[in-house]
């Protein structure tokens, strides 16, 4: 089968490799959709954090499944997408119930060779169903799932003002999902055009860009005075999460769902008097990919409005390096097979 591998930063490389053949607990799927997110573009940086090469990229996947050992609620034909998250099942996190935190956790495509591949094998208890949707709507699960499951760490009330910060297709997951729990969204962000998106595309209610002056005072001004009582960052940029501290309301919650390599570090008088809470947000659980794949199938959610680009799997190579431009507006990348 043909394989694409990153095999330094800013390299890929194809290959033909061998197809992989079913094992005790393992479920084999013929690739069909490969969205491509952050984790991938700061990959061919290298820039992500937790990151060795060569690596074969690529976990928001779906596919046909066209073999299965251990799981018997999946029958071979169907489509499916899965979990890209393998944990132990033995750690305390996962003792926990908190294995999208597993303490030897193994990320398909970050820590582990990824879907870039006509067919990829992955334990058959991550599995999921495809519920009658399409193969893109089942790629843009997973992404989806990791802003649901930042909203449900902040515990979002009906009402709130929540700011997110970051208009990537995580931070419009996570405004989609904050709406979806009833929260007044406000999106930050440097760009334009991604700030326009939020409002026209996903019907957030305030748009503010990061560049103004005068920032803290837009804020005040949508809140009445109060500021969000729920910030989360979504860009993986240490100047927008060590800033955030200041938009933040007294009794407010920060989450974490960006991800940089440097130290967080805030005025602790400015943190202390607020009562803040400060948590950090992992990847997803079933109950954050199973509620993404009741929304999309209630409409409340439109994936058509993330993906900008389409390119086959045979011309990633030569196309992979233009998503990184933002003259280009790449929201979501979805490579095709066949």
Not at 20 to 49: N, S, V, Y
């Amino acid at each position: 089968m043909k394989t694409l591998t990153c095999t330094t930063p800013g390299t890929f490389e194809y290959s033909t490799t061998t197809r992989p053949q079913l094992q005790k607990d393992q479920a084999i799927i013929r690739i069909k959709r490969i969205g491509i997110c952050g984790t991938d573009l700061h990959a061919f940086e290298g820039t992500q954090p937790f990151f060795n090469y060569p690596r074969v990229l690529g976990h928001e996947l779906s596919g046909e499944l066209v073999a299965v050992d251990g799981n018997s609620d999946f029958k071979v034909g169907e489509k499916v997408t899965f979990i890209p998250y393998f944990n132990c099942g033995e750690c305390i996190a996962c003792r926990m119930n908190k294995p999208n935190c597993c303490v030897k956790m193994q990320v398909c495509g970050v820590h582990v060779d990824g879907g870039m591949c006509e067919y990829l094998s992955v334990p058959s208890r991550t599995l999921l169903h495809g519920e009658d949707l399409s193969y893109d709507e089942l790629a843009l699960v997973e992404p989806l799932a990791i802003g649901a499951h930042g909203v449900r760490r902040a515990d979002i009330q009906a009402g709130e003002f929540v700011l997110v910060i970051g208009a990537g297709p995580i931070g419009l997951g996570t405004m989609e999902f904050a709406r979806i729990a009833g929260a007044r969204v406000i999106a930050l962000d440097i760009n334009e055009d991604r700030l326009a998106f939020c409002k026209e595309k996903l019907g957030v209610d305030y748009a503010v860009n990061a560049l103004s002056s005068d920032v803290t005072q837009q804020l005040s001004e949508i809140t009445g005075g109060d500021m969000p009582t729920v910030v989360i960052d979504a860009t993986g940029n240490q100047k927008a999460i060590n800033n955030a501290i200041n938009y933040m309301a007294h009794g407010a919650r920060f989450v974490l769902i960006g991800l940089q390599k440097g130290d967080l570090i805030f005025n602790h008088p400015e943190f202390h008097k607020r009562e803040s809470t400060l948590m950090s947000s992992r990847n997803a659980t079933i109950e954050d990919f199973e509620h993404v794949i009741r929304s999309m199938k209630a409409g409340l959610v439109s994936p058509a409005n993330y993906i900008t680009h389409r390119v086959t799997f045979e011309n990633v190579k030569e196309e992979f390096e233009t998503w990184l431009d933002p003259g280009n507006r790449v929201i979501k990348a979805m490579i095709e097979l066949d």
